[in-house]
């Protein structure tokens, strides 16, 4: 039996930053809303975000900072509640924040400030949070009410919010819960996997590799579609760092990347200059002083390496070219999951409304934030888009 107390205008699971984002708005609204979380925390993916700095936006944000199957859908979003609406929120709360590269905005201080910062706001606007409620059957009945049965009780309401995100991050409670919500509704689901995660290498490569573990390099990571520019890192199981988790969530399994270690030089025409003004360097030493010496050996022999310049043939010189300013890899995959800062695919956008992020398929039902087909860059760009996603749909819900 549901009680009068538990009968509400909204509610919206997920206690994500999306999640609140819309529970604020639409408490605003003077709407009755009530937030669900089979987490024992509020937001706990912005608590560990960015190091626990929170890179909660960007600088400069557009569609083209995102990955999804309907382009455009994000557009109307991002328009209606901009970055710069975000961070007038943020001045609003005193939060001291700064600038990173690429225009990426995190807090001085800690993670903990936005989330504060959103928790007040849903008590300013009289939202009630549960924690630890794990949803048991969710049905929307002949009058078009949503029933929710849960751990915690059963709830009722007229408007349906999903905002449990997606796989990414098993530890922080993530579950496929959306995507079984909307499919149980009858929307189509994207195939997922996991974006912006780091590459796994084969295993002869991993062995070759790991013992440079720790090192950075300023690279550029191309396929055939789209190429970024950022520090290469290499670790014990791959490689990772901005530039290749921005290239994961672009990246078909199977496929070669290319890789410029030195993205300023062009080594080919360097050695050839070299030769031509008569240097008697060995290659070692002009190499060496390019690249870290661990890098350099493990990509060329020492053979190689201990001849002089003026003794190579240019055919060597394009080997190394091609070692330098367009290594070859072919990823093993990735570290899926549980590493991964998103999750790509999710529900259909085609089956949303992109004003107000209601299904089209079912009236009262909404999708926000990573369980939809939408997915960001790094650099704060899905906070940006749990934002936009979550205001939107609190204006109508």
Partial sequence: M?????????????????GLMCAIEAGKRGRKVIVLDHANKAGKKILMSGGGRCNFTNYEVSANNFVSHNPHFCKSALSRFNQWDFIGLVNNYEIPFHERDHGQLF?????????????????????????????????????KQFVIKSSKGSFQSEALVIASGG???????????????????GHKIWPTSAGLVPFTL?????????????IAVDSIISNERISFRENLLFTHRGLSGPVVLQMSSYWIPGEVVSINLLPDLDILDLLKQKQSDKVQSKLKSVLFELLPKRLILSLLSEELLDQSIQSMSHKNFFLIAENLNNWQIKPNGTEGYRTAEVTLGGVDCDELSSKTMESKKVSGLYFIGEVVDVSGWLGGYNFQWAWSSGWVAGQVV
């Fill in 2 to 18: 549901i009680t009068s107390k538990n009968i509400k205008d909204v509610i919206i699971i997920g206690a994500s930053a999306s």
């Fill in 107 to 143: 807090c001085n201080d800690s993670a903990a400030d936005i989330l504060n910062m959103l928790l007040d706001e849903c008590k300013k606007n009289d939202v009630q949070i549960i924690l630890n409620c794990n949803i048991v059957q969710t049905e929307q009945l002949k009058d």
């Fill in 167 to 185: 796989l990414s991050i098993p530890k922080m409670c993530a579950s496929p819960f959306g995507y079984q919500v909307a499919e149980r509704f």
């Fill in 202 to 214: 084969q295993p002869e490569e991993k062995e070759k590799f790991s013992e440079l573990s720790g």
